[in-house]
């Protein structure tokens, strides 16, 4: 039996890395499974890949989004889980943000995220249970040099979990995870200057950078039953990159500068 047999999740940002490895286990776990995303094509691809829907929508607009999420509620005749993943990144020194950068980076990694839970909270409060995860990042905890606007967006989306667990328990529990540097599309640049990659990846305490299926358990964790007395928690899954004595600003300090500005 799985873990969520016969529930309806929803993923936005679901057509790749993190988004995508979590769809597929959702999927082995008896969901099915929504994927939302900006990209069309790929949400498809995904959609087929575990039996599910594709939607083709950008997390920016709140209100196809909502419309998104109510569709599948309707076709569905439920909605159990959401995780809120759509997300993107950039480094360069906080000076150099221009207006349009920074807008595109709050608007994806923390209006998405508000758009989500405003969508969910009043159809999952409709059948008076559900869980929402969000995707944050160890960034929002320990901000790197040259990644304010983004540390600052997923700071805002750990606010949002404690928020929506203040304000929707005990019928919606909602949480988040906090991802060091895993390996997805959003991260393989780095790898291409495996001189100062390398260095960083040797000095994370767990020896190696994560794999996306790394951060979909723990998605699933908080998603599922498991979960049942936990809300409002952030956890992080980095391989203990973030520890105060893990030793890698250095080389994460100079693998940052490689790709500041660029
Ligand atoms: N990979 C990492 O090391 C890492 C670390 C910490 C946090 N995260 C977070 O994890 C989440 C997923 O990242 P990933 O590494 O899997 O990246 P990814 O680039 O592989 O996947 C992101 C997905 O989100 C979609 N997307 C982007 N903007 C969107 C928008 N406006 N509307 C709808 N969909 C949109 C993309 O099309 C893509 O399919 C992000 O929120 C990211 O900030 C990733």
């Given at each position: 039996m799985g873990e969520l047999d016969g529930q309806v999740a929803m993923i936005t940002?679901?057509?790749?890395?993190i988004g995508r490895a979590t769809a597929v286990r959702f999927a082995a776990e008896g969901a099915t499974v929504a994927v939302l995303d900006r990209d069309g094509e790929a949400a498809a691809r995904v959609a087929q890949e575990v039996g599910g829907s594709a939607h083709a929508v950008d997390v920016r607009d709140g209100e196809a989004l909502a419309a998104a999420l109510r569709a599948v509620a309707d076709a569905t005749g439920r909605f159990d889980v959401l995780f809120n993943n759509a997300g993107t990144g950039d480094l360069r020194p906080l000076h150099t943000v221009d207006d349009k950068l920074w807008h595109r980076l709050i608007d994806v990694n923390l209006t998405g995220t508000f758009n989500g839970m405003r969508a969910a909270v009043p159809l999952m409060l409709e059948t008076g249970h559900g869980a929402i995860v969000n995707n944050a990042s160890v960034s929002a905890l320990t901000p790197t040099r040259n990644e304010a606007a983004y540390s600052a967006a997923k700071a805002g989306v750990i606010a949002l979990t404690k928020s929506g667990a203040l304000e929707y328990g005990p019928s919606i529990r909602v949480n988040c995870v906090a991802p060091g540097h895993v390996r997805t599309p959003l991260t393989?640049?780095?790898?291409?200057f495996p001189e100062v990659f390398d260095p960083v990846a040797r000095a994370i305490p767990l020896g190696r950078i994560g794999h996306a299926d790394e951060v979909a358990e723990v998605v699933l964790f908080l998603a599922s039953?498991?979960?049942?007395?936990?809300?409002?928690q952030t956890i992080v899954v980095d391989?203990?990159?973030?520890?105060?004595?893990?030793?890698t600003d250095a080389a994460l300090t100079q693998l940052l500068e490689k790709f500041s500005g660029a």
């Open positions: 940002g679901g057509a790749s890395g393989a640049v780095w790898e291409q039953a498991r979960a049942s007395y936990v809300t409002g391989g203990g990159i973030s520890l105060p004595q893990a030793g």
